[in-house]
């Protein structure tokens, strides 16, 4: 009955796509939030802080290897820093803890692509005069989830564009200080309800746009809103002692006020005028004003006090020729100026 059963592959002859050559079964599987350990110390920690504009009264906690960003601390949240990235900033818009808490899930369960859509759009509201409702935001689009928990946007009519380089949101994690009434741990997502009575018009005219192709091309490319200028701008990101949000450009530079005494320019001799002649002139104009400031003083003698010409470890020769040298000396450049 051997005939009936064909042989088995051997994967090391042809290769198996399943299974590799040498023996060793690859892991297919995305990593698990309960499994990853934070990668956050103590430096990029205070980093987060100083380059996210953390206010002084929040109370951050780096993780310890035993923490996983599902299951805070009690009266923590966990915030990683592709949120920051994506325009988190604390405390957050109320905007955003009412979508969360209507979603029923917590804050580090949002992907990049959700958060930066999320923010953008209630960025992009406040600049405009208005405010971002649920059914504003049900209407431009809707939250999904996937098996995990993690949460996306996806839109059938908006071509929102979101990119984020980096890979490691998922270790890269610590812990907030939950004085916002955020939801602390993961929970199943609850999708919002799709408003019947919100048009694409209404949404149009809440953004002060003029028609759909506008529309587009304002959400197309989110990340704009999302950047430090444009929160600061618009009251999401607050900074100690700004007031404007131009002061944000590197580029801006606020004039220094000019020097209150400046060199004169040396005057150049005229045209046709003797270099020789013209020094001859500035040495006796330098003579002049010597007898003036300096009675009885000459600019090619040199006063040495008496303790120092009288001074043991200087000879009569060392003297009289640290005296000579000096004085030659001072008339060269005298008359080489």
Not at 224 to 250: N, Q, W
């Amino acid at each position: 009955m051997s005939g009936d059963r064909p042989p088995p592959r051997d994967p090391a002859i042809r290769g198996d796509p399943v299974t590799p050559y040498d023996g060793e079964r690859r892991q297919n599987r995305e990593a698990r939030v309960d499994e990853t350990m934070s990668t956050v110390t103590n430096d990029f920690l205070f980093l987060f802080r100083k380059n996210y504009h953390f206010p002084n009264d929040d109370e951050t906690m780096v993780p310890r290897r035993s923490d996983r960003a599902n299951l805070p601390p009690p009266g923590y949240v966990t915030v990683s820093e592709a949120h920051l990235r994506a325009g988190i900033r604390f405390p957050p818009p109320t905007e955003l803890i009412e979508v969360l808490q209507r979603c029923d899930v917590n804050l580090s369960q949002l992907l990049f692509r959700a958060m930066s859509v999320a923010v953008g759009l209630i960025a992009l509201f406040w600049d405009r005069g208005a405010t971002m409702t649920l059914k504003h935001l049900s209407r431009m689009g809707r939250f999904t989830s996937d098996t995990s928990g993690r949460v996306t946007f996806r839109s059938k009519w908006l071509d929102v564009r979101t990119c984020d380089p980096s890979k490691n949101w998922l270790s890269a994690f610590f812990f907030v200080k939950n004085d916002c009434g955020l939801i602390e741990k993961w929970g199943k997502m609850k999708v919002l309800p799709s408003p019947l009575h919100v048009s694409e018009e209404d949404i149009m005219r809440i953004l002060k746009v003029s028609d759909l192709d506008h529309l587009l091309f304002e959400v197309r490319h989110m990340s704009k809103y999302t950047e430090e200028e444009f929160l600061f701008k618009v009251g999401i990101s607050v900074h100690t002692e700004r007031s404007d949000a131009r002061m944000l450009k590197p580029t801006s530079r606020i004039p220094e006020p000019p020097s209150p005494t400046s060199k004169a320019a040396p005057k150049r001799p005229a045209r046709g005028e003797d270099p020789q002649v013209s020094k001859k002139k500035r040495l006796e104009e330098t003579a002049t004003n010597t007898d003036k400031i300096l009675p009885g003083s000459s600019p090619t003698k040199l006063h040495i006090p008496e303790d120092v010409l009288n001074h043991q470890c200087i000879g009569h020769n060392k003297t009289s020729n640290l005296a000579s040298n000096t004085s030659q000396y001072f008339l060269s450049n005298l008359l080489l100026g």
